[in-house]
Structures are given as C-alpha cells and as structure tokens.
C-alpha cells in the first residue's frame, strides 16, 4: 500500500519561515519523481514544486520561485519544502505527490499518481 504523509504544516506570520515533510513508503521511492502542490479554499489546486527522482532537477511555479526550496532525501524516503518569506497567498492546504520518473518534470495534477492527505499551512498577517 502507497502512503505518503506530510508534516510540517501550521500557523506562520507573513515573512516568516515554515518547512513541510512528506515520508512515503509502499513504492520505490529513488524512482519515482516528486511533487509538491497546494490547493487554497474554492480554488484549484496548482502547482507548487517538482523534483527528478534524484533531485538533479528542480522546477518551480512562479508564485513561489525564489522563496522555496524543494529537495530530497533518497535514504529517507523523504521530500521536503522548505517556504521562505511566507505571503498571505501562501495559505493553503499543501499536498506532496509520486509519479513513476520521466523524461521530464510534470506539473499537472493528473500526472501525478499517489497524493498525501494534505497538511495545513496558514499565513497571516
């Protein structure tokens, strides 16, 4: 059985810092690309972060270049997020995601096969 749960999430101030944790088991995880994604209240959820399954490659979306940091840690079967200069935006429920490594990094929810649960993360002011 797939599992990936995050950790991490809480209640931040705007410029403040905040880390979130997803630990998978049930599928080997050095072959798999990883995901991060976050879905806020009435919208749909967008794309935060992806790695390569040896975390050589990093892609971002735009709301958050160059104030997150994702990467990976192959012997723990761990990725992480790491939320610099939090903004008000930022509030949502954030997912990590798993899918079977490609040529490229995806971006799109339904290239993604395994979702955690979601974890928290709310900025206020």
């Known amino acids: 059985q797939v599992q990936l749960v995050e950790s991490g999430g809480g209640s931040v101030q705007a410029g403040e810092s905040l880390s979130l944790s997803c630990t998978v088991s049930?599928?080997?995880?050095?072959?798999?690309?990883m995901g991060w994604f976050r879905q806020a209240p009435g919208k749909e959820r967008e794309f935060v972060a992806a790695t390569d399954m040896i975390g050589a490659v990093t892609d971002y979306g735009d709301s958050v270049k160059g104030r997150f940091v994702m990467f990976r840690d192959n012997a723990k079967n761990t990725v992480y997020l790491h939320m610099n200069s939090l903004k008000l935006e930022d509030t949502a429920v954030y997912y990590c995601a798993a899918r079977f490594f490609g040529l490229r990094l995806k971006s799109e929810v339904l290239d993604y096969n395994y979702w955690g649960q979601g974890t928290q993360v709310t900025v206020s002011s």
């Open positions: 049930g599928l080997t995880f050095r072959l798999h690309d």
